[in-house]
């Protein structure tokens, strides 16, 4: 029963951020991955995340993602071994409420937080009433650097693809990110930061640019003393995709 509760209140989640869209309104948009139109919205950030440079491209998608920051202990202190994340459809939060997309990082973070240890990131993007299927766009992660020794050591990307994803099948519809800039988060220390990327050496058509903003948690404790134990810290935030060709 739990399931059920914590699936629809996600799903209703509504609310503010620094990053704020162009008032736009809402229309039927029959591109996969974007139910509205926002091709007009543009991401402002506040002055002091000037690190973070203005989308050059059009606005494409732009994804709900919750999911957990993957950490190892090693020398006393935690080191990052990624992320594994679900995006979902945000476009007609967007277009008709602004301002409840803005605050659903942080309100879905405190659902996310409550379920269960059984429910995991894939239960919970498999389970009924917490996106419809069109709602929905792909998965986020890393990977090996396949040039063993040289840095990074893990790669991100993003992979629209997946079976019942935007673009079900499509292997055009990814992208592998090259970090191009990355500033703590303005909500403080606890959330991980806001980062922009390129497309990585024409990796695939889903964007030009890609942004994370709006972090909500995600950090691992300062220090450590099991050397070699894993732990996983739940987070949320938005992504956003500029210049897609797909």
């Not at 003393?225 to 935030?237: E, I, M, R």
């Amino acid at each position: 029963m739990f399931t059920t509760s914590f699936f629809l209140a996600l799903a209703t989640v509504s609310g503010l951020v620094s990053a704020r869209p162009a008032s736009l309104e809402a229309r039927t948009y029959p591109r996969p991955g974007t139910a509205c139109d926002i091709s007009q919205a543009k991401l402002v950030f506040p002055q002091d995340l000037a690190n973070l440079t203005a989308q050059t491209e059009p606005t494409s998608f732009v994804g709900f993602a919750f999911g957990v920051q993957n950490y190892t202990c090693a020398d006393g202190h935690y080191k990052s071994d990624g992320v594994i994340a679900r995006l979902f459809d945000a476009s007609c939060l967007i277009a008709n409420d602004p301002h409840g997309f803005s605050e659903l990082p942080s309100k879905a973070l405190e659902i996310w937080k409550q379920a269960p240890p059984e429910i995991t990131i894939d239960k919970v993007n498999s389970a009924p009433g917490l996106f419809t299927s069109s709602q929905f766009q792909g998965d986020y992660f890393f990977f090996p650097n396949p040039n063993q020794g040289e840095q990074p050591p893990i790669i991100p990307r993003w992979d629209f693809s997946a079976i019942g994803g935007a673009f079900s099948g499509n292997l055009d519809a990814g992208v592998t990110g090259k970090a191009k800039a990355t500033v703590a988060a303005p909500t403080g220390p606890q959330d991980v930061n806001w980062s922009q990327f390129d497309n990585a050496e024409n990796s695939g058509k889903l964007g030009k640019q890609i942004y994370r903003t709006d972090t909500r948690e995600g950090q691992p404790p300062p220090t450590c003393s099991d050397n070699g134990s894993k732990l996983s810290v739940k987070f949320t935030c938005n992504y956003w995709f500029m210049g897609a060709s797909l």
